[in-house]
């Protein structure tokens, strides 16, 4: 399959493409195309194509710099299991972090790395320096990747330790005034506070000053 194939699969809705280019205020092709399409024609690829094959094409959907081309690229690499290796996979994620520009393809990328660091932990280590990182996104990346490990109702030790790895991770990062950084971060911790209210709280005690004003007034709402 062609990347001009997979892109004439998706489809195109004029009227809704100039609508999501006005939302998205970012220069590039739009299809108008709805997630749930994406989705549906994104199995039958997954289904369809082995591993090289998705490899290949994702890199050219992303390579097309259309909006739901580079969608559809991510949601290629979204799986819990990726064989025999899926260490090609996990390396085009990360050289997509650095390129992303927006909310919506960067959630997307950040899904598909969650399962492969979900899938090899120690992946942990690509992550630190993207706390430092020039690019918005890459910052916001260290959360977005991290999110599985707010959510765990009876973590063992070696997930407590890889959660505190990103607790100083988020911690670095709350003196960051980017409302993306700051939203994200009240995301995260309002994520972990349901599965471990103590530790949300401690943080929000020993970074709150650090957080913008409206962060942490919506960090002690969602806390409770």
């Not at 950040?110 to 430092?132: H, M, N, S, T, Y």
């Not at 973590?155 to 700051?182: E, F, M, N, S, Y």
Request: net charge neutral; charged share 25%; glycine share 4%.
């Amino acid at each position: 399959m062609t990347v001009d194939d997979a892109l004439s699969a998706l489809g195109t809705d004029p009227a809704k493409a100039a609508e999501m280019a006005r939302h998205h205020k970012v220069e590039r092709t739009y299809l108008g195309v709805s997630t749930p399409a994406i989705n549906a024609i994104v199995k039958d690829w997954r289904d369809a194509l082995d591993l090289e094959a998705r490899l290949g094409l994702a890199a050219e959907l992303w390579a097309s710099d259309v909006h739901e081309g580079r969608i559809a690229a991510a949601k290629l690499l979204t799986q819990a299991r990726i064989r025999p290796d899926d260490a090609g996979a996990w390396d085009m994620i990360v050289a997509w972090v650095p390129q992303c520009d927006g909310p919506a393809i960067a959630e997307q990328v950040a899904i598909a790395g969650q399962k492969r660091l979900v899938a090899d932990p120690a992946r942990f280590d690509a992550l630190e320096p993207w706390v430092a990182a020039d690019h918005l996104w890459t910052k916001a990346a260290v959360l977005a990747f991290t999110l599985p490990w707010t959510k765990q109702n009876n973590p063992k030790a070696a997930h407590l330790a890889l959660r505190d790895r990103a607790l100083d991770w988020a911690g670095q990062l709350a003196g960051d005034p980017h409302k993306v950084i700051q939203t994200a971060l009240v995301d995260w911790l309002a994520s972990l506070a349901k599965h471990d209210p103590a530790t949300a709280q401690a943080f929000v005690d020993r970074n709150g000053a650090a957080l913008k004003p409206y962060a942490l007034k919506s960090a002690r709402h969602r806390l409770g």
